[in-house]
């Protein structure tokens, strides 16, 4: 996020904490500013003087402690909030996730698919997208959650062979392999042009074929 917002000449201000990883960061020679979600008192001078607060952070795993998921996901993000309004922030943007929606039985899921998390940090996440709806008209409505997606390269072949598969492009088979055409994956590049990239034909065999591992 702060290397595209740099790209794009906008000046970026980083919340870190005491103890983060800062080298990312030193090398885009962005501002850095300490703070903690969970003491509102640091907040403030963290959104000082911002137009803008993407929120991205919360306590990320799905095997945690439930007072923490509570403490850092969902009260952390009344903090901040409560801070953006102390200090004038005039849009402020919720990163949430799409564990809030949990599995679904039909795909892709849409915006409006019924709320169904499997995990307590989908849940937390799901609390404090209702902390932002609540604060929505006290920022003057100028806020925004957007249910995050992260791909991995597992991820974006299975998105790939769904919008194949929707072509009726079918894989080429064998006993232990599932081979698609490359010049097939060019014909489906335009669907989902967010989660996938032209592949490289020089990590291909003569036949120019991709191939997939179960």
């Given at each position: ?98 564990e809030t ?50 791909t991995t ?62």
């Amino acid at each position: 996020m702060t290397e595209l917002f740099t790209e794009r000449g906008l000046e970026v201000v980083a919340m870190v904490r005491g103890t983060s990883k800062t080298t990312l960061l030193d090398k885009l020679g962005v501002e850095k500013r300490v703070a903690d979600l969970t003491v509102p008192q640091s907040l403030r001078l963290a959104v000082r003087g911002v137009d803008a607060v993407v929120h991205l952070a919360a306590y990320y795993t799905f095997h945690g402690k439930d007072e923490l998921y509570e403490l850092v996901t969902v009260q952390g993000t009344k903090n901040i909030i409560q801070a953006c309004l102390s200090e004038g922030v005039k849009r402020f943007i919720y990163c949430s996730s799409t564990e809030t929606i949990g599995a679904v039985a039909d795909i892709p899921a849409r915006e409006d698919h019924p709320a169904n998390p499997e995990y307590e940090y989908g849940r937390s996440k799901l609390r404090a997208e209702s902390v932002v709806k609540e604060y929505g008209s006290r920022l003057g409505h100028n806020s925004s959650s957007v249910r995050n997606l992260r791909t991995t390269k597992r991820t974006r072949r299975l998105i790939l062979l769904h919008h194949l598969l929707r072509k009726g492009l079918h894989p080429y088979k064998d006993s232990n392999r599932t081979w698609v055409r490359l010049r097939s994956i060019r014909t489906c590049q335009g669907r989902c042009p967010r989660f996938l990239s032209c592949p490289n034909k020089r990590k291909f065999d003569r036949q120019s074929l991709l191939h997939y591992r179960g």
